[in-house]
């Protein structure tokens, strides 16, 4: 079946320093990946996506490049803020399977002053 | 736009007794999940419907967790009987058909079962 695979966490930066979080997948098909964000208190919300392979997904100063050669959808972000501490899941969907989603297990970051 | 809808929001049951969660998706959206967010772990897809259809219930315990989309809007989960490990959070999301479209969540049901 279908997985994702996020790095464990959690993940303390101090501000204004680089971020990775790496995610992998597994799919039989070319699925849809996603990043959604979870921050203290809200529910899930979508922080950027990509289709197709070679996309680059965008939102917030973050981005993420879906590589089919590698599976891998790893989310960047060149300067942290504090407002971004939350947790941080990749998730796809996968088009020869009508659709059927699957998440990682979620990331936490928390970013210090 | 009103977002995704879910009640109640907090709910604490006895284990073996029985408990529903009902989902009120966004307007337009023919694809619905529900979902299982165990504490500290990513939401587990339990049933993914399209319109009145499920399109995966692979994960669904089906023993005891049932789900209904009646006219393909509105969906209810139902657990019975409960056990301690169905302690979670249940998410409802909705989406326009296609892979390519984000889910949008619901805030969740926190289910207690002592």
Sequence with gaps: GNSVTQMEGPVTLSEEAFLTINCTYTATGYPSLFWYVQYPGEGLQLLLKATKADDK???????ATYRKETTSFHLEKGSVQ??????YFCALSDNTNA????FGDGTTLTVKP | EAGVAQSPRYKIIEKRQSVAFWCNPISGHATLYWYQQIL???????IQFQNNGVVDDSQLPKDRFSAERLKGVDSTLKIQPAKLEDSAVYLCASSLV????????????RLTVT
């Design chain 1, 57 to 63: 997904g965008s939102n917030k100063g973050f981005e």
């Design chain 1, 82 to 87: 504090v407002s971004d501490s939350a947790v």
């Design chain 1, 99 to 102: 659709g059927k989603s699957t």
């Design chain 2, 40 to 46: 500290g772990q990513g939401p587990k897809l339990l």
């Design chain 2, 98 to 109: 296609g892979t390519q479209y984000e889910q949008y969540f619901g805030p969740g049901t």
